[in-house]
């Protein structure tokens, strides 16, 4: 009798015990051979021309070389081939990035031993294998971009907006009932609506905890009762886009797998931020449509544009912060923003469209809503915010205008600054302890708005105490006397040097006062945004 023709498999994952416990279900198989271990994507590349396996299980998040780059050039090399991306990760930037690299399957790590080798079977005869919840978090993530564009495209009024979350909130969360409120008493969706709607005392309790919770079935109920048997009970806040003060939350009855409902919060912490973007939309677009007149209508942009900024800077032990804009007219097309992020740590952005007028105002409106939004979904990768934000910026809009961007996190404790510049002036970042040495933090990618094809490296800084970061717009170092000649970069590392040593309001004042002394009477032509951050010693 012939001896059956065995499956042979390559398995790859930087983490040795992953290895051992995938070792151990292969071996469970009389028709699966293992042929070869991998700790990272360069040797899962060479393995393959050496052993020639017929199916790898591929890692996504490995040093040296990921996964997906691996994939592609396994694909390309050996296209015979086949391989499953096996990892612990569901996020749509990585599935379409392993399916795009030539992957036919994706799994996560929690996938049971039958499942496992029913898809490396498939895979080997050119079947592909996607895992139901990989394909659940793709569908929520494709319907949140429709009602994205869909709300950016319509700037809805609350009507309009119900009618949106009633056609696309429910393929989000199937086998679960969705209650959205706005505080008091507006109801944006009840579905399905014979549903039985959660107590009034969950609202409330909402309302004033302000906190993303999930109770899994017989959890005790802060507002009293226990959570009944049928299902898990998420409550997300909706914030206010500038306030940050609750306007109203989200109800969803989870009755499918209620033990895992806690992966769904970042999905419902997205669409909240999506329902208070549209609402603050919404008011914008009231407001302007008030005003008929030309002049009357710059003046009020200039207004809801200087209400875009910040309220207050961050209130930080051992920092010190200042930040001003001076626009050149009614409107801006600079900006800079503090958002706050989990784990105590700040988003710190500055930018400035490359054109001016109202036009320039609401390009910087839209792309700073974009990076409020995908901070909040990505808070520790400023390269993914930044690429996020750029494909936004070309899909959603055909305004030739592009923005040049610096944005980083800092975490507060360690001093820490990861950051992406994007085609930016570099900020100054002044050494106290190294002889006020001045480190710029050069460009990591191009300007946003020019191609979908633009991408971002991650770098990183520290500040230690009497540090001090400049961060400007060019509207300062071209700034011109009556002679028509620029401040320049020389006069400004000079000026902040010298005021090294200050407070970051007086640095602020002192930079601006010898600014406007070398313009004199020359008109401002570009508008002029600061902001310094100290570490104190």
């Not at 991306?85 to 690299?101: I, P």
């Not at 049928?230 to 209620?258: C, H, K, N, Y």
Request: charged letters at 20%; a negative charge.
């Amino acid at each position: 009798m012939a001896e059956m023709s065995r499956i042979r498999v390559l398995i790859v994952d930087d983490h040795a015990v992953v290895r051992n416990g995938l070792t151990t279900v292969l071996r469970i198989y009389d028709d699966l051979e293992l042929v070869g271990e991998a700790s990272n994507g360069k040797e899962a590349v060479d393995l393959c021309q050496q052993v020639r396996p017929d199916v790898v299980l591929m890692d996504l998040m490995m040093p040296i070389m990921d996964g997906a780059e691996a994939t592609k050039a396994i694909r390309q090399r050996c296209p015979q081939i086949q391989v499953i991306a096996l990892t612990s990760f569901k996020e749509k930037d990585l599935v379409q990035g392993a399916l795009e690299a030539g992957a036919i399957g994706y799994l996560l790590k929690n996938v049971s031993t039958e499942e496992l080798a029913d898809a490396i079977r498939a895979a080997h005869t050119g079947k592909p294998t996607m895992a139901p919840a990989v394909i659940e978090a793709l569908t929520q993530a494709q319907r949140m971009e429709q009602l994205a564009r869909a709300i950016l495209d319509t700037s809805p009024e609350p009507a309009d907006l119900a009618a949106l979350l009633k056609e696309h909130a429910p393929e989000m969360f199937p086998d679960s009932a969705i209650e959205i409120r706005i505080y008091p008493d507006q109801t944006l969706m009840h579905d399905p609506s014979g549903h039985p709607p959660i107590p009034e005392s969950a609202w409330q309790w909402l309302h004033t905890s302000s906190r993303a919770s999930c109770f899994s079935p017989g959890a005790e109920l802060p507002w009293g009762g226990v959570q009944t048997d049928d299902g898990a009970l998420l409550l997300v806040p909706i914030t206010g886009f500038e306030s940050r003060v609750p306007m109203g939350g989200i109800a969803i009855r989870r009755q499918r797998d209620p033990h895992a409902a806690t992966e769904l919060i970042p999905v419902i912490k997205s669409l909240a931020a999506q329902i208070s973007s549209a609402i603050h939309s919404a008011h914008v677009r009231a407001q302007a449509l008030e005003h008929q007149k030309v002049a009357q209508e710059l003046a009020l942009a200039g207004q809801i544009q200087v209400s875009f900024l910040p309220e207050s800077l961050p209130d930080l032990d051992g920092w010190q912060f200042a930040a001003t804009m001076e626009p050149a007219r009614e409107t801006s097309g600079d900006f800079y923003d503090f958002i706050p992020l989990p784990n105590g740590h700040w988003g710190i952005v500055i930018a400035d469209v490359a054109d001016k007028g109202l036009g320039a105002a609401l390009y910087m409106s839209l792309g700073r809503s974009l990076i409020r939004t995908y901070a909040t979904e990505y808070p520790a990768r400023p390269d993914r915010v930044l690429l996020a934000t750029n494909r936004r910026l070309l899909s959603d809009t055909s305004a030739g205008l592009f923005i040049t961007t610096f944005y980083g996190v800092l975490d507060p404790t360690s001093g820490t600054l990861t950051y992406c510049n994007a085609g930016h002036n570099p900020p100054y970042l002044i050494r106290a302890q190294d002889d006020k040495r001045v480190q710029l933090l050069f460009k990591t990618g191009m300007v946003l708005g020019v191609t979908e094809e633009g991408s971002w490296e991650q770098s990183e800084t520290q500040l230690v105490q009497g540090d001090t970061l400049l961060l400007y717009t060019d509207g300062l170092i071209d700034a011109q006397d009556s002679s028509e000649t620029p401040f320049g970069e020389r006069r400004l590392k000079e000026t902040i040097v010298a005021h090294t040593g200050h407070s970051a309001q007086d640095i602020q004042t002192g930079l601006l006062r010898e600014l406007h002394f070398f313009m004199g009477d020359a008109p401002q032509a570009d508008d002029i945004t600061l902001v310094v951050i100290i570490r104190e010693s």
